[in-house]
């Protein structure tokens, strides 16, 4: 398959993690609901072990073939002498039930983990590799609905009062005092399964009671630990992760409001859907609500124990009609279109960018193409090139993109 034109229809991959959902994914893809198998990701982008394909009439190329072939045609030179692939990949998420507690290490932290892994002989795909590539991995989500996640530690007025008021966190308020945030994470990281069972056993009991009772809400941390147990047996082998619920701040983004996650901030997702756009890496450490390999020590080593306020992002608006959620880094940027079926969207692009219908349906056109998309399609539209959108009645778009060049 030849790249002739500039805009081409996207197919992503659909990976079906357990933790995810049964019916959003399939309808925004208009695909028929199997409730048996959850559909947690659909990833679009350039990434080795999932990529997009481009489509043109019957014939398509992946993505990552056709940047292999021709990387300035399609990624732009300023973006292949830069990054030397596509720098981001985008997302929409479905979380049913919640992800890992999780840090992602800086771009040199990274190198430096994964040179150290490849010397030690650790194989890429073994379940006890902490770092996949040498890139970092910040990443910013949008709000398809109502969306509850983890996000930084309690500021540390918070957190004392935290231990204050959980009677079983009591006995932790000598050693925070005196050693603060990181000596109080790090010795319930290192703590003793046996030790964990019994300092949260009852804690756990009186939070499934009051789920029960409808005395919890969705901002307090009982609400989420009870929910880690709606369908346990019993109470045994308590995850240490559960610490991490009452230490962190609890977030609820609303439709349309965005939150950036950088480097050495923990966080875990925990109900709801979004668009996600990060770099393009898959260096996770992990700290516990998962079966995967947690490494304390490389968790500690690389998260930051700052308390910090969350920074909620309801968007810049552009011009009316697009609206910016600015993001510290040179790999992505993500917008936000509303058209309403009486505007057009005009823009130039400087390097690849990927287009997403969550709503509506619309037609890009380049003066030689007119490619129309409905809800759950997307496009790739290559670099150096100005196009429009139109719908004929209300449509939602997002948009990434690289916008270091866009300056």
Known sequence: MSLKNKIYKLKGTVQHYAWGGYDFIP?????????????????????????????????????????????????????????????????????????????????????????????????????????????????????LSEFWLLHGFKEE?????????????????????????????????????????????????????????????????????????DHADSVKNIDRGIFSIYFFNIVKVEKGEAIFQGEGIPHAYLEGQNVELMANSDNVLRGGLTPKYIDVPELIKHTSFTGIKPVVMKGNSIDGLERNYPCPVADFGINRIELAGNNTFGSVTHALEIVLITEGACVIDD?????????????????????????????????????????
């Not at 290490?105 to 590539?133: C, L, W």
């Not at 009677?167 to 990181?182: A, D, H, S, Y």
């Open 157 to 229: 007025t918070l957190l004392e009062r935290v231990l204050e008021d959980i009677l079983e966190f009591n006995v932790f308020i000598p050693l925070f005092k005196k050693e603060g945030i990181k000596g109080l994470y790090q010795f319930i990281m290192e703590m003793s399964q046996e030790d964990i069972d019994h300092l949260l056993h009852n804690l756990v009991k009186k939070e499934i009671s009051r789920k029960r009772n409808h005395a919890l809400t969705k901002d307090q941390p009982g609400w989420w630990v009870a929910k880690l147990f």
């Open 27 to 143: 309808s925004l893809l208009g695909e028929p609901i199997v409730t048996q198998q959850p559909w947690a990701e659909y990833w679009m982008g350039a990434h080795p072990s999932a990529s997009s394909l481009l489509i043109e009439d019957n014939n398509t190329i992946s993505l990552y073939d056709a940047i292999i072939n021709d990387p300035e045609k399609t990624l732009g030179s300023a973006v292949f002498n830069e990054f030397g692939e596509l720098p981001y990949l985008l997302k929409v998420l479905d979380v049913r039930d919640m992800l890992s507690i999780q840090v992602h290490p800086s771009r040199s932290e990274a190198i430096k983990g994964f040179d150290a892994e490849e010397a030690a002989g650790i194989p890429i795909n073994a379940p006890n590799r902490n770092y996949k590539d040498r890139n970092h991995k910040p990443e910013v989500m949008v709000a």
């Open 367 to 407: 003066g030689n193409t007119n490619l129309v998309l409905k809800k759950g399609e997307s496009a790739a539209i290559f670099p150096n090139h100005s196009f429009k959108i139109v719908s004929s009645g209300y449509c939602e778009i997002f948009r990434a993109f690289v916008p270091f060049n866009n300056k």
